[in-house]
């Protein structure tokens, strides 16, 4: 059966830094969209960065905190796996951090929260 599983996660001190890593198993995923999501105590999950299947282009959310230039989603197919490095860490960055992947080249039900498949969360505490 084909799972993600995130690791990686932690509490940081606000202005540091974490990687998180999604392992893939039970089917190869080096053809799908990934991505990250994150949930926030009382708020809905949303959309956080997702790369192609080759890993050559990535997209960002425009969040209110702007993870542009702090996160980097990046990929390693012969480890099926994929990766968000998160630098310069804001209190606002606390939240469960999930793993997606989709077959949808286009990664548009991905960044729509409608993937084929999620992990089941990473959590990340970030103190100020």
């Known amino acids: 059966q084909a799972q993600l599983v995130e690791s990686g996660g932690g509490l940081a001190q606000a202005g540091g830094s974490l990687r998180l890593s999604c392992a893939a198993s039970?089917?190869?995923?080096?053809?799908?969209?990934m991505g990250w999501f994150r949930q926030a105590p009382g708020k809905e999950r949303e959309f956080v960065a997702v790369?192609?299947?080759?890993?050559?282009?990535?997209?960002?959310?425009d969040l209110a905190d702007s993870v542009k230039g702090r996160f980097t989603i990046f990929r390693e197919n012969v480890k099926n796996a994929v990766y968000l490095q998160m630098n310069s860490l804001k209190p606002e960055d606390t939240a469960v951090y999930y793993c997606?992947?989709?077959?949808?080249?286009?990664?548009?039900?991905?960044?729509?929260?409608?993937?084929?498949?999620w992990g089941q969360g990473t959590q990340v505490t970030v103190s100020s």
């Open positions: 790369t192609d299947w080759r890993g050559g282009s990535t997209y960002y959310a």
């Open positions: 997606a992947a989709d077959r949808d080249h286009s990664s548009v039900r991905l960044r729509n929260g409608r993937p084929e498949y």
């Open positions: 039970g089917r190869t995923f080096n053809s799908y969209a």
